[in-house]
């Protein structure tokens, strides 16, 4: 996980979360997705946190912007690589099938929701087949979903200022 200490002072409104398991081949594709990406591509005051697996300790960091967009992987039964937009405003919004981390996020939600400081989420996922413990590499459909996503959440970013 990427360290961010300045989550309270950094001013921006936009919070971009990958989140998975780099040690778990497919699952890690938020993760891997964040460690990619070039910022400079992206508009100006945009926070970028890899969220790892770090559940509750999420909290403070979307709590502290306007709206977050979080990347991660889902087991949904869609041809790997299908990457599927959501827009969650409870826990039982959020995919029933979203991979090895499903209870973190839902709970974080909760926790958001009950201190009335739940942002606008963009959940976009991405369809992988399996997980593969100790494996850091990609399948090839879910490895070239990162581009498309990534130009997916700069679209969706520049409609924001529209």
Known sequence: MVKYDEFHSDGNEILV?????????????GVHFINRIKQSDFPENISFIDGGTGGFTLVPY?????RVIIVDATMDGKEEGTITL???????????????HNFGLKDMVEILTMFDTM???????ITISKMEPMFME?????????????????QLIENFNK
């Not at 979360?17 to 594709?29: P, Q, R, S, W």
């Not at 942002?119 to 996922?125: A, M, V």
């Not at 459909?141 to 997916?152: N, Y």
């Open 17 to 29: 979360l990958g989140i998975g398991n780099y040690l778990m081949g497919d699952e890690g594709v």
């Open 62 to 66: 979307i709590e502290n912007h306007k």
């Open 86 to 100: 959501l827009k969650p405003k409870f826990s039982n919004d959020f995919p029933i099938s979203l991979s090895g």
């Open 119 to 125: 942002p606008e989420i963009y959940l976009y996922t």
């Open 138 to 154: 990609l399948s090839p459909k879910v490895d070239a979903a990162i581009k498309e996503v990534t130009e997916k959440v700069i």
